[in-house]
């Protein structure tokens, strides 16, 4: 059966603080990997991972992905308050996504 | 601007009372989904189509039912037979054949009282 496994499920840190997210998976087809990021309702996209290796970079958020090892992580780096919220991660092994529970994230100021 | 709307934001049904979530979208997507979060809990496949007047059942379909008349429109009717039908309701469309472009709705927040 195809899963998607991510830890912490939540975490808390202080302003500042940089934070590692994990992301495992085994599906039977693999297409891609994406982190989507949910503040309070609609999640927003975040990332597309397809290729083992290659970092994806944007601003103070970088995620990379080992499809040898089958995961991923999402880092942020000096987060802030307004990075809490919940981190999605889902796997497209078929064009439709199997999702992870999720990471809560709070930032303390 | 393009987008989805879901309707009502937060929705209360009493025991026994069917109850009809609304989703529309003006992205011209063919593709439309129904997920169901519950806390502590990923999203949750409960209905999925991919054209007008075709629909697929997802990984929790018992006790909903969807309609695709409408490229832009896809309801979801949460029947009397869901067991526990309290739970956050999200809508997304997407290109066919495409997964990074999944658009969400801001979802409905549904509780049986």
């Known amino acids: 059966e195809d899963k998607v496994v991510q830890s912490p499920l939540s975490l808390v840190v202080h302003e500042g603080d940089t934070v590692t997210l994990n992301c495992s998976y085994e599906?039977?087809?693999?297409?891609?990997l994406l982190w989507y990021k949910q503040e309070k309702k609609a999640p927003t996209f975040l990332f597309m991972l397809?290729?083992s290796g290659i970092e994806k970079k944007s601003g103070r958020l970088s995620s990379i992905l080992d499809k040898k090892e089958l995961f991923s992580i999402l880092n942020i780096t000096a987060t802030q308050t307004g990075d809490s919220a919940v981190y999605l991660c889902?796997?497209?092994?078929?064009?439709?996504?199997?999702w992870g529970a999720g990471t809560k994230l709070i930032i303390k100021p | 601007d393009g987008g989805i709307t879901q309707s009502p934001k937060y929705l209360f049904r009493k025991e026994g009372q069917n109850v009809t979530l609304s989703c529309e979208q003006n992205?011209?997507?063919?593709?439309m989904y129904w997920y169901r979060q519950d806390p502590g809990q990923g999203l949750r496949l409960i209905y999925y189509?991919?054209?007008?007047?075709?629909?697929q059942k997802g990984d929790i379909a018992e006790g909903y039912s969807v309609s695709r008349e409408k490229k832009e429109s896809f309801p979801l009717t949460v029947t009397s037979a869901q067991k526990n039908p309290t739970a956050f309701y999200l809508c997304?469309?997407?290109?066919?054949?495409?997964?990074?472009?999944?658009?969400f709705g801001s979802g409905t927040r549904l509780t049986v009282v």
């Open positions: 997304a469309s997407s290109i066919v054949g495409t997964s990074y472009g999944y658009t």
């Open positions: 599906v039977t087809n693999f297409r891609s």
């Open positions: 889902a796997v497209d092994p078929n064009y439709q996504l199997i």
């Open positions: 992205l011209n997507h063919d593709a």
């Open positions: 189509s991919q054209i007008v007047n075709d629909f």
């Open positions: 397809t290729s």
